[in-house]
């Protein structure tokens, strides 16, 4: 059974996903532990890795950022038929999509991976999407993406979400209805609580 969510239905996936071949990666010391750094803005991907990625010849394909980038010319037919997606990493700098493509909407699909959930990066990436960069189609969620998440990445921006294989996607689409009326306003309804109710409906005279 599919675990994709979009536009709050579970639905079957129909893009593929293009990842870079694998790597063995720096492992860095840090207070005693043993870490993996991928900090924003920090190059973890390589020259190789890029020309190596095999991208299908046909059908839907979610293409990692970098590698659209660097071969972005080879794409041009298949963008033009909306065939093709964007994914980027919560480490990779956002900015350098907008920089290379600054009619975000060309894609019919951006999605952003969460390797593991640790920050609030994601929730940020969401809304500059949205709010600073314009981009009104389908924005995916995919990776370490849990239950508890799905409200607040749909208040950031995002209409689509990729339930780790180990978890109930119907389980994660009822989180959608945690909260019925959220305070704040946000990217899916800018207004606040106090705009959107009329409280004076419910006075008594």
């Known amino acids: 059974m599919s675990n994709l969510i979009t536009q709050n ?8 996903l293009v990842t870079l071949p694998k790597v063995d990666q720096e492992v860095r010391k840090q207070a005693g532990k043993v870490v993996l750094f991928k900090l924003t803005g ?14 299908p010849a046909t059908g839907k394909i979610l293409v990692p950022l970098s590698v659209y980038l660097a071969r972005k010319s080879e794409l041009a037919t298949r963008i033009a038929k909306q065939e093709v997606g964007i994914w980027l990493a ?4 956002l900015e ?10 060309i894609f ?13 990066r ?33 208040r950031s921006g995002f209409d689509s ?10 389980e994660a689409l009822q989180s ?4 019925s009326q959220p305070y704040q306003g946000a990217v899916d309804d800018k207004q606040p609580v106090w705009r959107r109710l009329n409280r004076s409906q419910n006075n008594v005279a």
Not at 9 to 16: C, H
Not at 90 to 93: I, K, N
Not at 176 to 179: A, G, R, Y
Request: net charge negative.
């Open 9 to 16: 239905e579970i639905v079957s996936d129909d893009w593929t």
């Open 42 to 55: 920090e190059n973890t991907i390589s020259a190789e890795q890029i020309a190596n990625t095999q991208i």
């Open 90 to 93: 919560t480490h990779e700098v």
């Open 96 to 105: 350098s999509l907008p920089n290379a493509e600054p009619d975000l909407n």
């Open 108 to 120: 019919p699909l951006i999605a952003v991976y969460v390797e593991r959930f640790a920050d609030g």
């Open 122 to 154: 994601i929730f940020s990436i969401g809304n500059l999407l949205r709010t600073r960069y314009g981009f009104n189609h389908t924005l995916r969620a995919f990776g370490d993406v849990l239950r508890d998440q799905l409200f607040f990445l749909k």
């Open 161 to 170: 979400y990729l339930i780790r294989a180990d978890r109930s996607a119907q």
């Open 176 to 179: 959608l209805k945690d909260f």
